[in-house]
């Protein structure tokens, strides 16, 4: 199935997402399975789109035909046992188009797979290779079907080999699984080969998820404790915010979504996809060479807004009824609410409701190096055109888990941060 990317709009350089059947890896820490377990593929779509032939006018279609990456594929592995023959078919349509292609995957076991792959001839490729423990056995009890972690550090060899940019997803971060002896050592190992560029993640489940899943993978969670510290943000939390840090402070490139630190996304995945989504971490690395530029801690949407379209002129004149689906998918709740939420079509038009929208996971408001400047009566303080006003903290003691929300003008002077357009 080729569908527009909704739920990862605001951090993934890629528009479209391509899905295959439900993955037979059967991790235990699987979103996918856990929240979507029936997926079937379909590819269908994707070849009239590649052969240009597709009349139906929907919202990806939009964005495939102007040129915006694919990928292959967030909610099952492309390299799968389920999926290995589909997505050798779908390696072959990609290769007619100049769309980038942005592989997420657990490695490749399967003879057939590296043909494919041999075969693939795309410059603008990102392989990004998830790698959660380099224990074997870990890795057989949480990721029962996926390739061993040897396996999956050959394949980053041979990405990088073939020119790709390749990413490292230490996804999710646990202390249990991989602990920071192992994540150093795989650290050295991989810059033997010039591999230096990390996503780094906490493992994401809540108390609902633990509820519904089956007793198997409550117990491949629950061994060492790693579910219960996930659901209660402990343990699991301070080891990726230390592992993140740690590895910024090497010189490795270590991204995490709405992390405070800037990573310079187009020194990662972008630069190599050629056109792409810009994502909200390009944000926070604006906001860091403003301030190191000229002082500056108040930002305004149209800060935003010149972030998100920039590279992107379409983007700011790009209409289509579908538009307010990207909210919908994201959070029903502001959607049900009404207003812009309810009438969007265009991405500026997106933009302003995330930006003003602190209930959404990815909203600017919950950038941890920022907070939302407030009045005494804890009333947003808003611009002429209504938008809220964020106000840099920056990557200190300020800029913690433990940072508020919102803040007025005299809490943030007492902090020692001046307001400066």
């Known amino acids: 199935m080729l569908d527009v990317f909704k739920g990862e709009l605001f951090i993934h350089p890629a528009a479209l997402d391509y899905s295959g059947n439900t993955c037979s890896h059967a ?140 990413i490292i997803g230490i996804n999710p971060c646990v202390g249990q699984w991989m602990p920071e ?58 080891h990726w915010v230390r592992q993140y840090r740690r590895m910024n402070r090497r010189g490795l490139h270590a991204y995490s979504v709405c992390g405070p630190l800037p990573c310079h996304m187009d020194d990662l995945a972008c630069a190599k996809l050629g056109k792409h989504m810009n994502s909200v971490q390009h944000f926070t690395d604006y906001a860091w060479d403003e301030h190191a530029r000229s002082g500056k801690t108040l930002f305004t949407f149209p800060d935003f807004l010149r972030v998100m379209t920039d590279g992107n002129p379409e983007m700011a004149a790009f209409s289509h009824p579908d538009m307010y689906k990207y909210i919908l998918c994201i959070n029903r709740a502001v959607w049900k609410a009404g207003g812009l939420a309810k009438t969007a079509r265009t991405f500026p038009d997106v933009y302003r409701v995330l930006w003003n929208s602190p209930s959404m996971v990815h909203s600017p408001c919950n950038l941890w190096c920022f907070t939302r400047l407030v009045d005494g009566s804890g009333r947003p303080v808003r611009d002429e055109r209504g938008d809220m006003q964020l106000v840099f903290l920056g990557g200190g003691p300020i800029a913690s888990r433990d940072r508020k929300a919102a803040m007025t003008a005299e809490d943030l002077r007492e902090k020692g941060v001046i307001l400066k357009w």
């Open 27 to 166: 991790c235990a820490y699987c979103f996918a399975s856990l929240r979507s377990a029936d997926r079937r593929f379909s590819i269908a779509k994707l070849g009239k789109l590649c052969l240009g032939r597709s009349t139906s006018g929907a919202l990806g279609d939009a964005l495939f035909n102007l040129g915006y990456p694919v990928c292959v594929s967030n909610r099952s592995d492309p390299f799968c046992k389920a999926n290995g023959d589909n997505t050798r078919a779908v390696l072959e349509l990609l290769d007619l188009v100049p769309n980038g292609v942005f592989f997420q995957t657990k490695g490749v076991s399967d003879p057939s797979a590296w043909r494919a792959l041999d075969a693939f001839r795309k410059k603008n490729v990102v392989m990004y290779i998830t790698i959660s423990s380099t224990s074997p056995e870990i890795s057989r009890r949480i990721e029962p079907g996926a390739p061993d972690p040897a396996d999956r550090i050959e394949l980053a060899r041979y990405a990088k080999s073939r020119g790709w940019e390749v």
């Open 181 to 238: 002896e192992d994540l150093i050592s795989l650290e050295d190992t991989l810059l033997e080969s010039g591999i230096d560029r990390y996503l780094v993640m906490p493992l994401s489940l809540n108390s609902r998820d633990a509820t519904t899943m089956s007793g198997a993978r409550r117990e491949m969670l629950e061994a060492d404790g790693v579910l219960d510290e996930t659901i209660r943000h402990d343990g699991q939390f301070y």
